[in-house]
């Protein structure tokens, strides 16, 4: 059986400051209450900033992550509740309002957000518009269902296909080592994800 190992425990200043500013962090898994179509993602407010329909706990340090990291990975649900065309607030800069945007804002140019995988589909980032496409769909859903759910035109891949289902070793991970408390499965219960 696979154990999970750690050969230093850093602290977040580590972290944020040394790792993620010297550009030694590869990948970063970040999730939202809104995430937009340029990959931006709001956990500040939903409404007007300062009259909003409810507060949201902020950062939390996902803004270093997702502006440094040379890659970033999204998680979301994909309903019109959490997927936006333009989030109410930018927390965490994706690729802000498209091409050249994250250079101009003195961000990395060769980082942002990869892909943002919803419990219906896997959406990636045109290379040229910075705007998320659909690149496949889950099992239990459909181009149709997706196109319902996104807030935005949402372009189609030529080469769109079903979503490969995890592999029995991927599955057994995920169980026995990455969750063996099975708490995936008390959150979805109770709806976040």
């Keep these: 059986m696979l154990k999970p190992w750690c050969c230093y425990d850093w602290g977040l200043v580590d972290v944020m400051g040394m790792f993620l500013q010297g550009g030694w962090i590869d990948v970063g898994f970040l999730a939202g209450s809104q995430v937009d179509k340029y990959g931006n993602i709001n956990t500040n407010v939903i409404g007007d900033y300062n009259a909003p329909k409810s507060r949201l706990p902020g950062s939390g340090g996902a803004n270093p992550i997702g502006s440094l990291a040379k890659k970033v990975l999204i998680i979301s649900l994909h ?20 091409s050249g945007a994250r250079e101009k804002w003195g961000l990395p140019g060769d980082s942002g957000p990869a892909v943002i995988i919803t419990n ?5 980032f045109d290379k040229t518009t910075k705007i998320a496409y659909l690149e496949s769909y889950h099992p239990d859903s459909s181009v149709d269902e997706i196109i319902k759910l996104t807030p935005w035109d949402l372009v ?3 080469d769109i296909h079903e979503t490969e289902p995890p592999r029995a070793e ?3 991970a995920l169980r026995e080592i990455l969750d063996p408390f099975r708490m995936i499965k008390i959150y979805e219960k109770r709806g976040y994800v």
């Design 170 to 172: 991927e599955l057994k």
């Design 79 to 98: 309903d019109t509740r959490h997927m936006a065309e333009k989030v109410d607030f930018i927390t965490t800069p994706g690729y802000i309002d498209g």
């Design 156 to 158: 189609i891949s030529p």
């Design 120 to 124: 219906k589909a896997v959406l990636r």
